[in-house]
């Protein structure tokens, strides 16, 4: 028997018992994609990229980390001085959370610009939400982590929000802490949620937003079923396998954002000061407050809606109030397949309104995000209070705009004229 036959004769038997090749050929081979997908599509696959770097670095960073208020510190220094490439691997890990934002920021814009959360692709666009609120709370608990000063200051100013919920707060915020003050039984847990159950969450749902988006079928910049015109074998006309044709034109993508990667690794780690805070390379400190007080840049226009409210009302405080415009903030996102009522996705044949819309939308939340980086007193107050009015008024008024703009007619193949 050849090699080549034993080798056919054990996938055959793998084959009969476990059905790889015929996943293979379902979500690779014979999985047939827009051929139209453009710069905007590549997010995806560099998400997945990233977010494998950030379990196997964070595996060996595992290896040497101690979550105790006495060493968690010293731990982190360890690995940058001590371990050999220690300081590569934590770097990796840091310089890739940061990237790892910006790459679903611009996963999740793609998704606004095409109407890829429409119908029939809900369920995708909800388990990426499901995805991004997780990464919210793996960014937040990582973070915690090292016990810098900022870390320090970072958990007490959320920790004590928790606090600041009527009723149950301060227990709540006592349950999370894990004592009355932030300390090792916080870092205790925290490490465990951190390394152990978000990601492991994080991976059930990335499984499920592509089994769901596997299930539909992608959408596309134009916004068009792909599956309406297919040839005799069922195949659309207008789609190509997704291997080889974007298994390999992915790799282009793949290949620049990593040289850009690891240039960030080696000679821009912190990111002027935006990926790590200056006040985060000094141990946590109690009795020493950071000048200024702000989470990482991702959490920034969130921070500036939670800061937004300055006045106590209805007998509730302003704090409360700040977390139930954050928490509308994030909700709100989940609502969007049923708040868009317009016949067509993608923004090429959407109507003025819905253009100015999502730039205004947009433009308002990096404006957030740079007011939740600055001091409070930075901008006049009524800024973020209007900016924050801006971000829901997207969503809020999209039924109302979507259903009465003009849109134009949408070509029923691709790379056919509209109309
Ligand atoms: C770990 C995080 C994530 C990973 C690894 C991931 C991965 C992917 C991949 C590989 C695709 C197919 C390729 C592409 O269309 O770009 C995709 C599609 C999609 N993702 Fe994500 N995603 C993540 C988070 C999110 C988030 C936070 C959202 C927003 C709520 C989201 C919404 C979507 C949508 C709507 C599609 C379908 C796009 C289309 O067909 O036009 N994803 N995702």
Same mark, same amino acid.
């Given at each position: 028997?050849?090699?080549?036959?034993?080798?056919?004769?054990?996938?055959?038997?793998?084959?009969?018992?476990?059905?790889?090749?015929?996943? *293979?050929?379902?979500?690779?081979?014979?999985?047939?994609?827009?051929?139209?997908?453009?710069?905007?599509?590549?997010?995806?696959?560099?998400?997945?990229?990233?977010?494998?770097?950030?379990?196997?670095?964070?595996?060996?960073?595992?290896?040497?980390?101690? $979550?105790?208020?006495?060493?968690?510190?010293?731990?982190?220094?360890?690995?940058?001085?001590?371990?050999?490439?220690?300081?590569?691997?934590?770097?990796?890990?840091?310089?890739?959370? =940061? #990237? #790892?934002?910006?790459?679903?920021?611009?996963?999740?814009?793609?998704?606004?610009?095409?109407? =890829?959360?429409?119908?029939?692709?809900?369920?995708?666009?909800?388990?990426?939400?499901?995805?991004?609120?997780?990464?919210?709370?793996?960014?937040?608990?990582?973070?915690?982590? $090292?016990?810098?000063?900022?870390?320090? *200051?970072?958990?007490?100013?959320?920790?004590?929000?928790?606090?600041?919920?009527?009723?149950?707060?301060?227990?709540?915020?006592?349950?999370?802490?894990?004592?009355?003050?932030?300390?090792?039984?916080?870092?205790?847990?925290?490490?465990?949620?951190?390394?152990?159950?978000?990601?492991?969450?994080?991976?059930?749902?990335?499984?499920?937003?592509?089994?769901?988006?596997?299930?539909?079928?992608?959408?596309? $910049?134009?916004?068009?079923?792909?599956?309406?015109?297919?040839?005799?074998?069922?195949?659309?006309?207008?789609?190509?396998?997704?291997? $080889?044709?974007?298994?390999?034109?992915?790799?282009?993508?793949?290949?620049?954002?990593?040289?850009?990667?690891?240039?960030?690794?080696?000679?821009?780690?912190?990111?002027?000061?935006?990926?790590?805070?200056? +006040?985060?390379?000094?141990?946590?400190?109690?009795?020493?407050?950071?000048?200024?007080?702000?989470?990482?840049?991702?959490?920034?226009?969130?921070?500036?809606?939670?800061?937004?409210?300055?006045?106590?009302?209805?007998?509730?405080?302003?704090?409360?109030?700040?977390?139930?415009?954050?928490?509308?903030?994030?909700?709100?996102? #989940?609502?969007?397949?049923?708040?868009?009522? =317009?016949?067509?996705?993608?923004?090429?044949?959407?109507? *003025?309104?819905?253009?100015?819309?999502?730039?205004?939308?947009?433009?308002?939340?990096?404006?957030?995000?740079?007011?939740?980086?600055? +001091?409070?007193? *930075?901008?006049?107050?009524?800024?973020?209070?209007?900016?924050?009015?801006?971000? #829901?008024?997207?969503?809020?008024?999209?039924?109302?705009?979507?259903?009465?703009?003009?849109?134009?007619?949408?070509?029923?193949?691709?790379?056919?004229?509209?109309?």
């Amino acid at each position: 028997m050849s090699l080549r036959e034993a080798a056919s004769n054990l996938v055959g038997w793998v084959d009969y018992r476990l059905p790889i090749v015929k996943t *293979w050929k379902t979500h690779m081979s014979e999985y047939y994609a827009p051929k139209n997908f453009n710069f905007w599509y590549f997010f995806g696959v560099l998400a997945l990229v990233v977010f494998a770097n950030q379990v196997l670095s964070g595996i060996w960073l595992t290896m040497f980390y101690v $979550p105790t208020a006495e060493e968690a510190f010293k731990s982190i220094e360890y690995i940058m001085r001590d371990v050999s490439s220690g300081w590569a691997i934590r770097y990796m890990h840091e310089v890739g959370a =940061s #990237f #790892f934002f910006i790459v679903i920021y611009l996963h999740i814009f793609r998704g606004l610009l095409y109407g =890829s959360y429409q119908r029939p692709r809900e369920l995708i666009w909800i388990f990426g939400m499901f995805i991004y609120c997780l990464m919210m709370v793996e960014g937040f608990l990582g973070y915690v982590l $090292p016990y810098g000063n900022m870390s320090y *200051w970072g958990a007490k100013v959320i920790l004590n929000l928790v606090g600041a919920i009527p009723i149950i707060g301060e227990g709540l915020q006592i349950w999370v802490q894990g004592d009355f003050v932030v300390g090792s039984a916080t870092l205790g847990r925290f490490f465990a949620l951190h390394v152990a159950l978000v990601p492991l969450i994080l991976i059930v749902g990335i499984f499920l937003h592509i089994v769901a988006l596997h299930q539909v079928g992608s959408n596309n $910049p134009e916004g068009i079923d792909i599956k309406a015109h297919v040839d005799a074998d069922g195949n659309p006309l207008d789609g190509i396998p997704f291997h $080889p044709y974007y298994t390999i034109s992915d790799l282009t993508p793949v290949v620049i954002f990593l040289i850009l990667f690891f240039a960030c690794v080696f000679y821009f780690p912190g990111g002027g000061g935006y990926f790590i805070e200056p +006040p985060n390379y000094l141990p946590a400190d109690k009795l020493s407050t950071p000048e200024h007080i702000a989470p990482v840049w991702y959490f920034t226009p969130f921070y500036a809606m939670l800061r937004s409210v300055t006045i106590d009302s209805f007998g509730l405080d302003a704090k409360v109030w700040g977390l139930i415009i954050v928490s509308g903030a994030m909700l709100v996102l #989940f609502f969007l397949p049923w708040l868009d009522r =317009s016949a067509v996705l993608s923004m090429r044949y959407k109507g *003025w309104p819905s253009k100015i819309m999502l730039m205004l939308f947009a433009v308002s939340f990096v404006f957030l995000g740079v007011l939740g980086a600055k +001091p409070a007193d *930075w901008a006049p107050a009524w800024v973020a209070p209007a900016l924050t009015t801006i971000y #829901f008024a997207y969503f809020l008024a999209m039924p109302v705009y979507t259903k009465l703009e003009k849109t134009k007619p949408v070509p029923g193949r691709i790379g056919a004229k509209s109309g």
